[in-house]
């Protein structure tokens, strides 16, 4: 069974390109606009489970480290790994996405077989 993996993007057209690397490497693949967005789609899922989720930090209604820290208090996503992949290279909201829980930080504009060595090393078997 494929490994799934959620992008959580306000731009309709990168999460578009995550998700035809991504499928093309064999995940299933789910999308949320937000952070919010993101929260309620995983409170839907009942039994299904994410293996990983790619975020961007700077989305509007509800961004990025906002989302991984409310994420990480929900015990069911609570080992979850995170990539945050962003334009945001200061290190400052490096330190705060490490302090959230994100696992790892992928700039943008990102290099799809980079992502994917970095998806590859965080998910879970």
Not at 36 to 43: F, N, P
Not at 64 to 88: C, D, R, S, W, Y
């Amino acid at each position: 069974m494929a490994k799934t993996i959620m992008i959580v993007d306000d731009s309709a057209s990168l999460r578009s390109v995550v998700n035809i690397a991504l499928s093309r490497a064999g995940y299933e693949v789910l999308e949320a606009s937000d952070g919010q967005d993101a929260l309620k789609k995983l409170s839907t899922l009942g039994a299904r489970k994410v293996h990983l989720i790619i975020s961007d930090v700077n989305m509007p209604v509800m961004g990025g480290i906002e989302f991984v820290t409310q994420l990480k208090q929900t015990p069911a996503f609570k080992f979850t790994p995170v990539i945050m992949l962003t334009t945001e290279g200061q290190e400052a909201a490096k330190e705060k996405g490490r302090a959230a829980g994100a696992k790892a930080w992928v700039m943008k504009p990102f290099n799809p077989t980079q992502m994917l060595a970095a998806v590859s090393k965080l998910i879970l078997p």
